[in-house]
């Protein structure tokens, strides 16, 4: 019996597959303007409505470090719920933010501390020089953008990310963004003598849709020697989120 000659409809299969396949545009290749880089960023940004996600989170700082399990519903501009789960799946504790109100519950010790969501009060919480935005943003992989004082001290390409940088009178300030996800990989911001006062970093870019998006997220403030850093196993994007928590009735109450 003759064998069948699969050779010419193998390569027609792939000739095929490969003009259908999408082909991302590198940095290199395709070299964009400051401008359009940052409107990709912040669309990209803008994109992420909802945010429901779990994995470890760890705070460290010199008084100790603290690593744990979590759950994640975030629902842009105003509302977070981060439930805390100890060794199998234990529920200890409960955090809910929103612009006017911040709620940390004690499972444990059946203790609520309630306060605004203010610097202060999260500082003495958590141990992190850290506002309501910004921990927004680290659950999004979101940074500041550059203010109307900065101006733009240096542009290069480095192995396909935009490395943008910035100065004003206080302090200079450099992202590097992704050249096809749109992500800020790295965010430095370092004050005149070039101290760094606070570094950023992302990675694990998980780029399906409907919005890329990175699964590992580090927040450090050297100079403190603190840092925040978010590594999700699961995240589902723009799904329907709840963010409410409702205290038991016979929990303490710690006013801040």
């Given at each position: 019996m003759r064998g069948r000659n699969y050779g010419l409809p193998l390569i027609v299969l792939l000739m095929?597959?490969?003009?259908?396949?999408?082909?991302?545009k590198t940095a290199k290749e395709e070299p964009l303007a400051v401008e359009e880089i940052l409107r990709r960023v912040h669309e990209r940004n803008d994109a992420v409505r909802t945010?429901?996600?779990?994995?470890?989170?760890?705070v460290e700082a010199p008084e100790g470090s603290n690593s744990g399990f979590f759950t994640a519903s975030l629902k842009?501009?105003?509302s977070l719920l981060v439930e805390f789960k100890g060794p199998f799946g234990i529920h200890v504790g409960t955090l809910?933010?929103?612009?006017?109100?911040?709620?940390?519950?004690n499972r444990m010790q059946n203790r609520a501390v309630i306060g605004t969501p203010d610097g202060r009060t999260l500082q003495s919480m958590f141990r992190l020089r850290m506002d309501f935005d910004q921990i927004l943003n680290a659950f999004t992989g979101e940074f500041p953008e550059a203010s109307r004082g900065d101006t733009l001290s240096g542009f290069n390409i480095d192995d396909n990310e935009y490395v943008l940088r910035y100065r004003n009178a206080a302090r200079g300030t450099e992202y590097r963004i992704d050249g096809d996800a749109f992500v800020v990989r790295s965010y430095t911001?370092?004050?005149?003598?070039?101290?760094?006062?606070?570094?950023a970093t992302t990675d694990r870019v998980?780029?399906?849709p409907p919005?890329?998006?990175?699964?590992?997220?580090?927040?450090?403030f050297p100079r403190e020697r603190r840092s925040i850093t978010i590594a999700y196993d699961d995240i589902e994007i723009n799904k329907p989120v709840d963010c409410t928590f409702v205290l038991p009735a016979r929990a303490q109450i710690i006013q801040r």
């Open positions: 095929c597959l490969n003009g259908c396949a999408p082909s991302l945010l429901k996600g779990e994995g470890t989170i760890t842009k501009p105003d809910l933010l929103s612009r006017d109100r911040f709620v940390f519950f911001v370092a004050d005149t003598p070039g101290e760094p006062t606070v570094t998980d780029d399906s919005v890329p998006m990175p699964r590992f997220l580090r927040v450090i």
